[in-house]
């Protein structure tokens, strides 16, 4: 490895970063990870701490999941890569595909089009969609509803569906024929509300109302995660993803599940869909699919959207779409050993255990400090705190106050995400209760050092 003054000094001059400003790169160099172990990284200068990000909430398993690091070291010395486009295939899509069917048949899925990544889980989705409705002669069902404050990642389509101007503006005119609904989102909302069940009502009926003015025949799916994360996790009140379904249901519009982050466990069920009740027609995941070790995702698909596509005659359904690395060998063994380790450690559970001793310990953070104007959680190991400048007004805190909390609390012991206003925890789902607790501590230290 390069020495620490040399990786410092050239970061920002040799590479862009995603979601940063490449001047604020040169000017506030990045904290450099150089290691990992268990539930903690190391910097560059030897700083270990607890990772409350979890990656990007993607190593649910923890950097040191020896299963997936031997899958992955493996299948490089025995097939390190094949393509899965028509006509050839590999063991390992295979047995994975099969694994899937069963950890997904409680929400009713039963085929997997594998992907490289999130963004193009959604895109895929977004396809698939559309061309379900061609092959059954709805070719006026071309649009998609989606969620204000929703992310979805930043392929074209994605990020059409996206509800955060940051992702959008800069790269306008986005695909025509997206239009968004008021997120569920009780501490801000369009009508005032702060009963989370009244809440979800008014978005359900906004749903309707947006549905009957563009016309149920030209709209192809709605695309939601059953959780809203990287807007600022914003979990819904539990009859909200049940309304959309049984709206979806009455217009025959498709209900994509957008699981990239609560897929395998994040929100103390195995998906979170399941965690409302809820049967998705299309279901996207990636991340923790291969527990971040390798760029994969999966996309999985309703019996009777299977049944669609597999019995058309007419050559409608020939699947125009796919990546070089749909299926790639390599990841497809990490998903094998990631998705046989995740059921054995049964991590939803200590997600859900861990995710309340998190939840609580924000809330004690709340009385103590102003700044904290709402507290968000209480379903796994997703969190956020939306810093205010003012409580009583709900002010919107400054740009630079967030930045220096995510410094003060890296220097007290924990990684922390700063996005706009909120603190984002995502830590892995094999968190221990001294995480935790040093978790908090350094959030508490960052809040006092402000
Ligand atoms: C819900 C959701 N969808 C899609 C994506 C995009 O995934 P990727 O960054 O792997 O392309 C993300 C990434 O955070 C996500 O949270």
Redesign the pocket.
């Known amino acids: 490895m390069k020495d620490s003054n040399y990786l410092k000094e050239r970061n920002a001059k040799s590479i862009w970063h995603p979601m940063a400003h490449p001047a604020d790169s040169l000017n506030n160099p990045p904290t450099i990870v150089t290691e990992a172990e268990g539930t903690r990284i190391s910097d560059v200068d030897g700083h270990q701490v607890v990772d409350a990000v979890g990656g990007?909430?993607n190593v649910n398993l923890g950097y040191s999941c020896e299963p997936v690091k031997a899958a992955i070291a493996n299948q490089l010395d025995r097939l390190p890569y094949y393509s899965i486009f028509r006509g050839t295939s590999n063991d390992c899509v295979i047995e994975l595909g099969d694994m899937l069917q069963d950890f997904f048949a409680p929400d009713g899925l039963t085929r997997a089009f594998y992907t490289s990544?999130?963004?193009?889980?959604?895109e895929t989705a977004l396809r698939l969609a559309r061309q379900y409705h061609k092959i059954k002669g709805q070719e006026s069902r071309t649009k998609y509803l989606s969620l204000k404050k929703?992310?979805?990642?930043?392929?074209f389509g994605?990020a059409s569906v996206n509800g955060n101007a940051n992702f959008r503006t800069a790269y306008e005119p986005l695909m025509p024929g997206c239009f968004h609904i008021p997120a569920p989102y009780t501490y801000r909302n369009p009508f005032n509300e702060t009963d989370p069940e009244s809440l979800a009502q008014l978005c359900l009926q906004a749903l309707e109302d947006e549905i009957a003015f563009q016309g149920a025949n030209t709209i192809a799916a709605l695309i939601m995660?059953p959780i809203l994360?990287?807007g600022g996790v914003i979990p819904p009140h539990e009859s909200f993803m049940p309304g959309v379904r049984k709206i979806c249901d009455q217009h025959g519009i498709l209900l994509i599940a957008?699981?990239?982050?609560?897929a395998f466990g994040r929100t103390g069920s195995w998906t979170g869909s399941r965690h409302w009740g809820v049967k998705p027609d299309l279901m996207?995941t990636?991340?923790a699919i291969t527990n971040g070790y390798f760029?994969f995702?999966a996309v999985m698909i309703a019996d009777h959207v299977v049944e669609v596509f597999e019995g058309d005659t007419e050559g409608k359904a020939a699947i125009g779409h796919g990546y070089t690395y749909s299926g790639h060998p390599v990841g497809a063994a990490a998903a094998i050993a990631c998705v046989t380790e995740t059921l054995r450690l049964n991590v939803k559970d200590n997600a859900a255990a861990l995710g309340q001793q998190l939840f609580e310990g924000l809330q004690k953070l709340y009385d103590d400090f102003d700044m904290i104007g709402d507290v968000r959680g209480g379903h796994g190991l997703m969190c956020a705190l939306e810093l205010v400048s003012e409580r009583a007004t709900k002010k919107p805190i400054d740009k630079v106050t967030p930045v220096k909390l995510q410094k003060a609390a890296y220097e007290s012991g924990a990684m922390i995400r700063v996005s706009g206003p909120n603190v984002i925890l995502s830590p892995p789902l094999v968190l221990t209760a001294e995480d935790v607790d040093t978790i908090l501590a350094a959030l508490r230290s960052g809040f006092q050092s402000l």
Do not use: F, N, Q, R
């Open positions: 990007l909430w990544g999130g963004s193009d889980s959604v929703g992310y979805h990642g930043t392929h994605g995660e994360g990287a957008d699981e990239v982050i609560t996207c990636a991340k760029p995702g």
